[in-house]
């Protein structure tokens, strides 16, 4: 498993397949709907197996001053359950840190929340729902400090 930044056109036209085949495809939504106007400054990772075949995706945006927003998590649906979610949320949470962020925040599908939960988020209340049946819930991070004293 490769976990980096998608770099060609190619790449990016895979990962944001992947991104509408697992988020927006089973409720209907068109191909193009899976991608927002943040894409573009936002950072991006995804995870390529053995035979260079796209498996796991996911987005990290800032949102204020040193907080991020992780966003379209997702998962290929045979490859779930091996680590791959785990390990693109790992990579996210590196480079949110490299970036300066102290805490990280999202709005995780029911379905993720135990997920999320098992990485150190709390659920701070009822999100969004999507498409009228994808009910979330809003979820908060923060980074242990490593120096108190410093506060970084
Ligand atoms: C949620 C998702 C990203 C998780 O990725 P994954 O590769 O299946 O998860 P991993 O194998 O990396 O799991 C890491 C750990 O979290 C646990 N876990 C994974 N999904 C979980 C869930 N839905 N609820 C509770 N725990 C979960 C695993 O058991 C594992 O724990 P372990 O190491 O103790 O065995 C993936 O299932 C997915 O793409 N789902 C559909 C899209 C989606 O809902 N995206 C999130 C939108 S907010």
């Not at 976990?3 to 790449?11: A, L, N, Q």
């Not at 800032?62 to 379209?72: C, K, P, S």
């Not at 091996?82 to 990280?104: F, N, P, S, W």
């Not at 988020?121 to 009910?135: D, I, K, Q, S």
Request: overall charge negative.
């Amino acid at each position: 498993m490769e976990i980096r930044s998608p770099e060609t056109e190619e790449e990016f036209a895979a990962y944001y397949e992947l991104r509408w085949r697992v988020l927006r495809k089973p409720w209907g939504q068109p191909s193009g709907s899976e991608r927002d106007e943040l894409d573009a400054a936002a950072t991006h990772v995804a995870g390529y197996d053995e035979a260079k075949r796209l498996v796991c995706v996911g987005r990290l945006h800032a949102v204020e001053t040193g907080v991020g927003q992780v966003r379209y998590m997702a998962v290929e649906e045979s490859m779930r359950g091996r680590g791959l979610g785990q390990a693109v949320l790992d990579e996210l949470e590196r480079l949110a840190k490299r970036q300066g962020m102290t805490a990280i925040r999202l709005d995780a599908r029911e379905s993720a929340v135990g997920f999320y939960q098992r990485n150190g988020y709390a659920t701070e209340g009822e999100g969004h729902t999507l498409f009228a049946v994808v009910h979330h819930s809003k979820m908060r991070k923060q980074f242990a400090v490593s120096n108190p004293e410093e506060g970084v």
